[in-house]
């Protein structure tokens, strides 16, 4: 029997063997042996004593079986109970499709008990929702490869609907017959209730529940993949909420969330079903048309009267908590048809007539106009031509002669001009305002600073200009700069000018906000020497408390009330009473715009001693400002 040992078994075991074979003469029991080839097969073994007559045993009887496909066989039920046990669902039919078994997790995810499920169909769990060739097309794969597995929507027994991963294989005998079926169901309601959610966070605004961004430009694209198969037409409507900031300053973000909600919903009733209304963050809305005439005159005329319709609804008042608040919408509508059109630039055409509303004064509609775009691109065009001339060295600097009741030229104006490389020499009027919205006002103020002060160093060492003064013009985005006292500091330091010939011109509209801000700052550059005016005083909204605190050295008139000073009684008196106001707070005056001998007489009789415009000196090139310079004292 050596020859069988497999080594599996240890002497204990054979020990055992042994004592019973002693004690009953008998043993039988379960051993692994080794078969010729090497292998190893579990065998049911039996071994007998064979006594003589003296009771002594003489031989050793065995019988063996091999129960190697029992063991298998044992094996796989073992693995098929666990599997049926396991938290998917599972359903075992015959060949006709009646079930026969059902575990525990079917039960739990159809309601059915396995009393109720056995010798029924699996029909019982239909939904409804699929028609017959969905049935047909699973069947086909089942007949074909032998098994099937998708999504599919049943019916628990109490009635309610639910999506479940469904896989079914057929299985089938030595003859390749189908003998049974076998279901694995898995409940994945939780699983498209995460997929729903996290669509609805792709795609939707969490506030309003309207399609966002991101959803409207697929519904976009869809609409202009339509349009190039039909005739129609479509629109889109951008929708701003006017003074929309003011409720959040003033009531709250709360408030302010309620109002977007309502206005939502009242969006959603001006449009048809098939129609879109998006949101695109804060208070823009977007509404998509579509399937309108293809005939454009029809079509705007359409999209007009939905405009017309949502500013009647958006215009109605608002109930938030316990007042009515007002609110009123700016639109504005770009029409679109035919195959060349990009969603990108349909956006940007709305959102220029939305703008092209809210120039013409807000609460109204505006139509897409080509010029607007002509428009955008020329100051496109301008902003880079901006940041390429300071970049470049594109500016220069002409200067305003100031000069005093004796004809002497005291100071001068520091004025950017742009020598824009192929538009020449561009006006002020075009360029600044543009540089104070994109921000460049702050390096070109920069250079007009330190080009200013370089100036004045370089006068100093001229006999007969040292006396001079400039006066540098300073924005509101400027001079809010945290580092503005700094940066003056630096400038003079670097250049070497006088602070005491240096001044500073302000606007009334850097009194609008923190004027605590605004003292300290000029206090602290007036300290070393720098001083102060009052640019365009009486055109703006100070208060005479603010200008009594302000430590300013001088009041300019503004050139509009000196214009018709001599024809218009009111612009007389303004300038007259600026005059006196200034002498009351012991400031210095200086008008500009003097353009007549009789507007500089006049002003002189009210007490005014300083003067510059065109009378005097148009602003000069350097070089044209030190020949006047060098000129006879009086001869200007």
């Given at each position: 029997m050596n020859i069988l040992k497999s080594g599996v078994h240890d002497a204990d075991f054979y020990r055992l063997i042994r004592t019973s074979l002693t004690a009953a003469g008998t043993w039988a029991g379960e051993i692994i042996n080794r078969h010729k080839d090497g292998t190893l097969h579990p065998h049911f073994l039996t071994i007998t004593a064979v006594r003589n007559d003296a009771g002594e045993v003489t031989h050793f009887v065995s019988a063996q079986t091999d129960i190697t496909e029992r063991k298998r066989a044992e094996i796989d039920l073992r693995i098929a109970a666990a599997a049926f046990q396991s938290r998917e669902g599972m359903c075992v039919t015959d060949a006709t499709g009646v079930i026969l078994r059902v575990n525990r997790a079917f039960t739990k995810v159809t309601g059915y008990s396995a009393e109720e499920a056995v010798g029924q169909t699996p029909r019982i769990l239909r939904s409804g929702r699929h028609d017959k060739a969905f049935y047909e097309g699973m069947w086909r794969s089942i007949d074909t490869t032998g098994s099937w597995e998708g999504e599919i929507w049943n019916r628990r027994k109490c009635g309610e609907l639910f999506p479940e991963w469904l896989t079914i294989t057929a299985v089938r005998d030595d003859a390749g017959s189908v003998t049974h079926y076998v279901a694995t169901l898995t409940d994945i309601t939780q699983r498209k209730e995460a997929e729903y959610e996290i669509r609805n966070l792709a795609f939707y605004d969490p506030l309003t529940r309207l399609p966002n961004r991101r959803l409207l430009?697929?519904?976009?694209?869809?609409?202009?993949?339509?349009i190039t198969r039909s005739e129609h037409g479509g629109a889109l409507l951008f929708i701003d909420l006017d003074n929309f900031k003011t409720l959040n300053d003033t009531y709250g973000?709360?408030?302010?969330?309620?109002?977007?909600?309502?206005?939502?919903?009242?969006?959603?009733?001006c449009v048809r079903e098939a129609d879109t209304v998006a949101r695109l963050g804060g208070d823009e809305f977007v509404v998509l048309l579509e399937d309108l005439s293809g005939t454009p005159q029809d079509?705007?005329?359409?999209?007009?009267?939905?405009?017309?319709?949502?500013?009647?609804?958006?215009?109605?008042?608002y109930p938030l908590a316990d007042h009515e608040y007002h609110s009123t919408p700016s639109i504005g509508i770009t029409l679109f048809s035919g195959p060349h059109n990009l969603s990108d630039d349909l956006m940007k055409r709305a959102d220029l007539a939305l703008y092209g509303a809210k120039a013409a004064g807000r609460n109204t509609l505006r139509f897409f106009d080509p010029?607007?775009?002509?428009?955008?691109?020329?100051?496109?065009?301008?902003?880079?031509?901006?940041?390429?001339?300071?970049?470049?060295?594109?500016?220069?600097?002409?200067?305003?002669?100031?000069?005093?009741?004796?004809?002497?030229?005291?100071?001068?104006?520091?004025?950017v001009r742009w020598q824009h490389p192929s538009l020449g020499l561009v006006a002020p009027t075009t360029f600044i305002p543009l540089a104070e919205e994109t921000g460049l006002i702050l390096p070109l103020g920069q250079w007009v600073l330190e080009t200013a002060c370089r100036q004045l160093a370089t006068w100093a060492a001229v006999p007969g200009r040292a006396h001079l003064s400039v006066s540098v013009n300073v924005s509101v985005r400027q001079f809010r700069q945290p580092d503005f006292v700094a940066q003056v500091l630096a400038v003079l330091e670097r250049t070497g000018a006088a602070p005491g010939r240096l001044q500073l011109e302000l606007t009334e509209s850097l009194l609008l906000d923190d004027v605590e801000e605004v003292i300290a700052k000029m206090e602290a550059l007036r300290a070393r020497g720098v001083s102060f005016a009052l640019d365009d005083f009486g055109t703006g909204y100070s208060s005479l408390s603010y200008l009594r605190r302000l430590p300013l050295d001088q009041l300019k008139i503004d050139k509009s009330f000196v214009t018709d000073i001599i024809g218009n009684t009111n612009d007389a008196l303004i300038s007259k009473t600026i005059v006196a106001l200034a002498h009351s707070l012991g400031l210095a005056v200086i008008a500009e715009g003097v353009e007549t001998t009789e507007q500089r007489q006049f002003l002189a009789l009210q007490g005014c001693r300083s003067y510059q415009g065109f009378l005097l000196s148009a602003p000069l090139a350097l070089a044209d400002l030190e020949a006047l310079l060098d000129q006879p004292a009086g001869a200007a």
């Open positions: 430009l697929e519904r976009l694209k869809h609409a202009l993949s339509a973000h709360d408030m302010g969330d309620l109002l977007l909600q309502q206005v939502a919903e009242r969006l959603a009733g079509a705007a005329l359409q999209a007009k009267t939905v405009g017309e319709k949502i500013l009647e609804a958006l215009n109605r008042p010029a607007m775009q002509a428009a955008v691109t020329a100051r496109a065009s301008l902003e880079a031509d901006l940041r390429k001339g300071l970049q470049q060295g594109q500016f220069v600097l002409h200067y305003q002669p100031q000069i005093d009741d004796s004809g002497t030229i005291s100071g001068t104006e520091a004025l």
